[in-house]
């Protein structure tokens, strides 16, 4: 039966096709008044070739097309009258329509993909056969259910029942049918598969059945599942994109986590160093039998000063909670001596030993781990990005197709709440309107006089440089509160030390990262007082304001690391000889940084925890408890879980951990607490404190947006980490680059070290002889795909053209067939009538021949 | 887990396995669901069909507003009963796994109220009726919106066919996301 049924569409379609050629020319001399009848001649061929390209030849249809173009355009006024005239409008039209091909209730074209793809593998793959196959192929892109049944004729091998046997689910048939399929493939005789095919073939089922199971096992150990679950009911995939971004971020850390401490701890703790000390006899000793000492001599010394001006920390028995506290969130005392920050990292080459002979370069270790790090981040990042982009770019090709987009992908089908769903309509109205109100925007803006146009502009100006005005006001305060704290935290310490000035320094340790976040808190909202004097769409209110704020926040840490950078130089660097101790540089500007970007941190989640719990906890418990049902009471207590300020969050706080990296490699790893305790923050903050957001966030939208950010950031961050490694002086005492020039010249020390061929390769890849070419490729790679894209696109645009002709066409013969039937149905009387229109009704596959014959 | 096990054998399982994008432990959980669904009336077995008020007592049914359309289109018989398979094959398209093209088949009959094989005008209209709710848009609202929606969609005329509604649907990048319920 499903043979019958699957063979005839492409069969009658063509049937029906050439079948209506004479009924054409019988329509013309049946009316002669009819204008435009040569054209229409023309069309008809045009269409027949087309619909005829569906099944292979494609190509030769679109240049028919193409070569017609001119013409048609021509006719498609007159067609485009003639097409839908009144009255013809009967029974029968609705009747025939359903009958055409592409509107018939095609159950099993599903999976067509893969399976042709599979199919032009395969013919690849056996030339002998390839006419069977291509018969085949032709066949399957009319229809695939016929596919699924073994063609018993010719010989079917394993693999093949296989792959159908794994194409079943994709058939939306019930599971009852989806059964017998899967019993008669299985009692189809098969060829059995030898050999390599055979290994293959086992390979794969092998594979996919592991795959299966792996992913089953995988979901069942799934971090946050049930909370995930729970976001999803009753919020919707909005924000659980939001979360499961949060989630990835954290595998990104752990995973930078482990990377280095596999490369950078482990080997600390497992592999030794010869000797370490200042003192002059073991150093001229090491020198004559191990190179294991990379730095000289006085640089050690300096280390050992260093060290010692450190251990003059309180005793431990005087060791208060204050102080541990203290000393927890700035990470000073027992914190500055500890893996966590740059300082602790000794300059060693590593041996192990009980083979001392296999060295291990920390310093280099270091270095590379960092690096690699950063750009595996990268990479990671490109690839999330570019596939958010894609779905972007898909959905933003018009107003359109987001209004598609709205109507058939807004409803969250996992919503299982009354509020949610009452919340989710709402949300859904919210966005239709604002849909309309941007199309409404539009005709206004077209509308808008000369002088009214030259007022927005100049409120946008006037905005535009309060905003900028703004910004270089608190970067400024950044600055100057960065080396204020600097310059009175070296007074304090010098000083000795009371009871009063320990507050006093914490105070001042956390100046810089106070001012950073109150900044951080009070400049977005004065943002979002601003933008909206300057009547934009509502879409590019969010994303203006998102791009002020994230401008903000990336460029009050990039002044941070300028101000700090500002009190390195002003050492003199000209004895290298003395332990620097009278300048002003802080014993280790490394660690310095990082402590600073630690405190931001952490700062970062307190300030967190204090907005959920004690602001918008308690608004809400006021606003919805005590003062329920008033006005002033939904104010209080109704707040927004606004996904962009929230993401902003979690981004600013990857920045952190990524500028922070390289001066305190542990902080990835208090990101990863961080973000574990984020995550629940967050997951508070949105289940108890907040009603869902009226506002519509799309999940494909939101997540490029998220991705994004976060590029803009990271390469924000890569600027500043990469110029301390290639330029900066180190601190000579402490640190594994002490005593180097800049940190990268241990790079080049190694490559100077390596064979001369690699050493060459490595040189010349650093030269003008080969960037100038590379760049020149780039360019032109670039150019090529923008060529390319832009072609497409008008292909695109050309082939939408012809469809939407050839929908005229098609339009314009259903009306001429249904008169053409009226007619004959007429002459022929009543009886006739009635029994020429049951078959159309009754069988589906060969009336449409059957209805023309008659 | 024994418990639950014993409701299937090995070989239905394995079948449920192959014809469905579910895993043998979503099937386990899909089967505790549906006798928490349908266990009002006596212990439940795989092919008896329940009636969709019974269904629709899922909570994603419960609050969707095309409930009604849903138990429809996927009821083997067309007569808005389910069995347990068909609550299945209701779970397998559901699931994160099902590819586009079957999501958007049935996607599509979910839409096509008035069971045309074709989405027009009263279809679309319905829709947006049901997914705006009670905030309800006004008249020449909705018919602008439906006429946009119709405007480049349907390229040959007459309403928005299957083949064409599974085109347009590679271009919503939101749908494969929200057409899903998590097991």
């Known amino acids: ?854 | 887990m024994g418990n639950k096990n014993s409701a299937f054998t090995e070989e239905e399982l394995e079948d449920y396995e192959d014809l469905t994008y579910l895993t043998r432990r979503e099937i386990l959980i899909a089967w505790g669901k549906w006798r928490g669904l349908v266990g009002g009336r006596g212990e439940p077995d795989k092919i008896s069909r329940y009636p969709e008020k019974d269904v629709q007592k899922l909570p994603e049914l419960q609050h969707n507003p095309f409930r009604d359309r849903i138990t429809r289109v996927f009821s083997s018989l067309k007569d808005s009963r389910m069995s347990f398979e068909d609550f299945l094959d209701l779970l397998s398209v559901m699931s994160s796994k099902a590819p586009l093209q079957l999501k958007a088949h049935y996607a599509f009959h979910i839409f096509d109220y008035n069971e045309d094989q074709i989405l027009d005008t009263e279809d679309l209209e319905v829709v947006v009726e049901r997914l705006t709710g009670d905030h309800g848009l006004l008249p020449e609202e909705k018919n602008k919106l439906v006429e946009r929606l119709l405007e480049d969609t349907d390229l040959d005329g007459g309403g928005i066919s299957e083949e064409e509604f599974k085109h347009l649907l590679t271009k919503c990048p939101d749908f494969i996301h929200s057409f899903r319920f998590s097991v």
């Open chain 1, 1 to 854: 039966m499903c043979e019958a049924t699957a063979l005839v569409p492409t069969a009658e379609g063509m049937g029906s096709m050439s079948e209506l050629r004479p009924l054409l020319r019988e329509m013309k001399a049946h009316r002669e008044d009819m204008s435009g009848d040569r054209n229409s001649g023309c069309r008809t061929s045009a269409a027949m070739s087309g619909s005829g390209g569906r099944g292979g030849s494609g190509g030769r249809g679109q240049k028919a097309g193409f070569a017609r173009r001119g013409g048609w355009e021509d006719a498609g006024v007159e067609f485009y009258r003639e097409a839908y005239p009144t009255s013809v409008d009967n029974i029968y039209d609705t009747r025939i329509t359903t009958l055409l091909p592409s509107k018939r209730h095609n159950v099993n074209s599903l999976g067509r993909g893969t399976v042709r793809r599979r199919a032009s593998q395969r013919s690849r793959r056996q030339p002998s056969t390839t006419t069977a196959t291509l018969v085949h192929t032709s066949r399957r892109g009319s229809d695939t259910y016929l596919e699924v049944l073994p063609d018993l004729t010719q010989g079917v091998d394993e693999e093949e029942t296989w792959e159908k046997l794994q194409q079943i689910r994709a058939h939306a048939v019930p599971i009852e049918e989806k059964r017998k399929l899967k019993q008669q493939l299985q009692s189809a005789p098969t060829l059995r598969t030898r050999g390599l095919a055979a290994f293959k073939l086992s390979r794969r089922k092998f594979l996919s059945q592991t795959k299966s199971r792996l992913r089953e096992m995988i979901s069942k150990i799934e971090l946050w599942h049930w909370s995930l679950r729970y976001v999803e009911g009753n919020f919707g995939t909005g924000l659980v994109a939001f979360f499961t971004f949060i989630k990835w971020l954290l595998y990104l850390n752990l995973f930078t986590c482990v990377l280095l401490g596999v490369f950078i701890l482990v080997p600390q703790i497992f592999l030794v160093h010869s000797k370490d000390s200042c003192i002059v006899d073991t150093w001229s000793n090491s020198i004559s039998d191990n190179e294991t000492f990379l730095y000289e001599n006085d640089t050690n010394c300096c280390t050992k000063y260093y060290d010692e001006i450190k251990s003059n920390l309180p005793e431990r028995d005087n060791y208060y909670l204050i102080q541990l506290v203290q000393d927890g969130v700035q990470g000073t005392g027992p914190l500055e001596l500890s893996y966590l920050f740059y300082g602790y990292y000794p300059r060693h080459i590593l041996v192990l030993e009980v083979a001392p002979e296999w060295k291990y370069n920390l310093p280099l270790a270091y270095l590379l781990v960092l690096v690699v790090t950063l750009i595996l981040s990268l990479v990671l990042m490109v690839r999330a990005a570019a596939r958010g982009l894609r779905e972007s770019l898909r959905s933003s090709e018009g107003q359109f197709y987001q209004y598609c987009n709205l109507i058939f992908g807004g409803w969250d089908y996992c919503i299982e709440n009354n509020k949610a769903s009452s919340i989710k309509k709402k949300a859904i109205y919210n966005e239709l309107c604002n849909h309309l109100e941007t199309e409404r925007y539009n005709e206004e803006k077209e509308q808008r006089t000369k002088k009214e146009r030259c007022r927005l502009y100049m409120v946008r100006l006037l905005v535009n440089l309060v905003v900028i005005a703004l910004l270089f006001v608190s970067f400024v305060a950044i600055y100057k509160s960065t080396i204020f704290a600097f310059d009175h935290l070296k007074d304090a310490k010098d000083s000795k030390e009371s009871e009063q000035d320990k507050l006093m320094i914490l105070l001042f340790e956390y100046l810089p990262s106070g001012v950073i976040v109150t900044l951080n808190i009070i400049i977005p909202y004065l943002l979002r007082a601003l933008v909206k004097l300057e009547h934009y769409t509502p879409n590019s209110i969010l994303v203006l304001t998102l791009v002020r704020t994230v401008s903000l926040r990336l460029a009050s840490l990039v002044v941070l690391l300028i101000s700090i950078y500002q009190t390195i130089p002003s050492c003199p660097d000209s004895k290298p000889s003395v332990c620097i101790d009278e300048c002003s540089q802080p014993w280790c500007w490394e660690t310095y940084v990082g402590q600073q970007l630690y405190k931001l941190t952490i700062l970062d989640l307190i300030i967190m925890f204090l907005t959920t719990f004690l602001v918008n906890f308690p608004r809400k418990c006021i606003g919805h408890k005590l003062m329920r049902g008033s006005q002033i009471g939904a104010a209080i207590g109704d707040i927004e879980f606004a996904i962009p300020k929230h993401v902003l969050d979690i981004v600013y706080g990857q920045t952190l951990c990524w500028l922070g990296m390289f001066y305190s490699p542990m902080l990835p790893a208090v990101t990863c607490i961080k973000l574990v305790l984020v995550f629940y923050i967050k997951y508070f903050d949105c289940k108890v404190n907040s009603s869902q957001s009226s506002q519509l966030y799309r999940t494909s939208r939101s997540n490029a947006l998220f991705i994004s950010i976060l590029l803009v950031s990271f390469i924000v961050t890569i600027i500043p980490v990469g110029y301390s490694i290639a330029e900066i002086k180190p601190s000579l005492a402490c640190g594994p680059f002490r005593g180097l020039d800049t940190i990268w010249s241990e790079m080049l020390a190694v490559i100077q070290e390596s064979p001369d061929w690699l050493k060459a390769v490595l040189l010349f890849l650093g030269t003008a002889g080969f960037a100038v070419p590379a760049i020149i490729f780039l360019i032109l790679a670039g150019y090529y795909y923008y060529a390319v894209a832009a072609a497409n696109k008008h292909m695109v645009s050309l082939l939408k053209n012809q469809l939407v002709l050839e929908g005229h066409d098609k339009q314009f013969l259903l009306s001429r067939l249904n008169h053409m039937i009226k007619m004959s149905a007429e002459e022929e009387g009543e009886n006739t009538s009635a029994r020429s229109s049951r078959p159309v009704e009754d069988e589906t596959g060969h009336s449409n021949d059957q209805t023309l014959e008659a």
